[in-house]
């Protein structure tokens, strides 16, 4: 009997460590600094900080602790209404419960994937007209690509209501030369393990407005007064990040550059080799911005390809590739169920549309050359377009 060996699972965005953790992470061991808090939690947070060109940073244990402090910062409570953008994954929306506030998700447009500024300006008139305006606007550069800021901060600006910049995806993305998660009131980032760098699970809250981190902070640490003994007057969270995985982040973040590098041009390799198929698109880069291009995706119109997605889909699980459908949009997630939504034009379902149509190829700065030509001919052969 031959034994046919199985090919190596490709995975869709895996962690890629620089080789420089231990020095950070043995440096805490050493000095005994396992806690919450140390100095390399303090380093980091300068570093990210500067790095994004922030006044301040507040390192926290994930990318939904920070979304869940911005919220809570901005004093959203039961009643509230808050915008999101509905085509992004669950975590963005989550903490808008967590607050016992109301959720209404804004369709994507197509030049970004991102949120429509045509849909946000008719929510907000809906909201002006019924005397009751969102507490904050929480926008999502989805797959590292950054949202029409321009357009939705004057929108946002008309009503006075703060932006909250979902960057967990697009950190070292920028939009007209100002970095990604800089361009909101506040702006957060994640570490998870599938993210562009990982602290294995970690966030990060970045602002101009020092006043709010420092509140953050104190949010973020069990809202504990200044006391000799242990004194509360209001709820608070255990959120910071331990001093050890900040030391793990302080190596990723050095390496960033060299991933977004890679991630890009891995983009550009698959643009290369399946743009050209009919009924193919990527999803594009908006002029004037970059995209660390943390994922790949791109739509396929199965009228021209004569392949659906979920065909695809399971011809590349069959490889033993992780591929990925686009996130479905929070709107037609179970729970929210009855939450209001505004398409991007009446009748248009830009999210729907990505959701049905699009797809995220493995990513991985990590990926060699090898693996990723294993997955561009998966495809050419699935749409017979392999020569
Ligand atoms: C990953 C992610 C988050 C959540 O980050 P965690 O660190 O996993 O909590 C939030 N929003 C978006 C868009 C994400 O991709």
Not at 103 to 125: C, G, H, R, Y
Request: hydrophobic fraction near 40%; charged fraction near 20%; proline fraction near 5%.
């Amino acid at each position: 009997m031959i034994e046919i060996a199985k090919k190596d699972r490709i995975f869709l965005s895996p962690p890629h460590l620089s080789g420089n953790e231990m020095k950070y992470m043995q440096e805490a061991i050493d000095t005994n600094w396992i806690a919450p808090l140390g100095p390399n939690v303090d380093a980091f947070e300068v570093e990210i900080a500067s790095y994004v060109g922030a006044k301040g940073a507040v390192a926290v244990s994930s990318g939904t602790a920070a979304i869940h402090l911005a919220l809570s910062l901005l004093e959203i409570k039961t009643g509230d209404i808050v915008f999101c953008s509905s085509l992004t994954f669950v975590a963005s929306a989550n903490p808008i419960l967590y607050q016992g506030a109301e959720p209404v998700f804004i369709d994507s447009e197509p030049e970004t994937w991102n949120m429509s500024p045509q849909a946000l300006a008719k929510a907000f008139e809906e909201a002006a007209f019924a005397g009751i305006l969102p507490k904050a606007v929480i926008i999502v550069h989805l797959y590292g690509q950054s949202a029409k800021m321009d357009e939705i901060t004057s929108i946002c600006n008309q009503y006075d209501v703060p932006i909250i910049e979902d960057a967990a995806e697009s950190i070292g993305s920028s939009y007209k030369g100002k970095q990604s998660g800089s361009l909101g009131k506040l702006g957060v980032f994640s570490f998870n393990g599938n993210k562009i760098i990982t602290t294995s699970g970690g966030g990060m809250l970045v602002s101009n407005d020092t006043v709010a981190l420092q509140k953050a902070r104190f949010l973020a640490t069990q809202s504990k007064d200044p006391a000799p003994h242990y004194q509360h007057s209001k709820v608070g969270f255990n959120y910071r990040m331990s001093n050890i995985l900040a030391g793990m982040g302080r190596a990723q973040l050095e390496v960033l550059e060299e991933r977004i590098i890679s991630r890009r041009s891995i983009f550009l390799r698959y643009y290369q080799e399946l743009s050209h198929m009919p009924g193919i698109h990527f999803m594009p880069e908006l002029k004037n911005t970059m995209s660390n291009r943390w994922l790949t995706a791109l739509t396929i119109d199965e009228s021209k390809t004569g392949v659906s997605t979920d065909v695809l889909l399971q011809a590349l699980v069959k490889a033993n590739i992780e591929a990925r459908p686009v996130w479905k949009p929070l709107h037609l997630q179970p729970l929210f169920k009855g939450m209001k939504y505004f398409p991007h034009q009446e009748h248009l379902n830009v999210s729907e549309q990505l959701f049905m149509t699009g797809i995220c190829l493995p990513s991985g700065s990590n990926m060699t050359e090898e693996n990723l030509m294993r997955v561009i001919d998966c495809i050419k052969d699935e749409l017979n377009q392999r020569v």
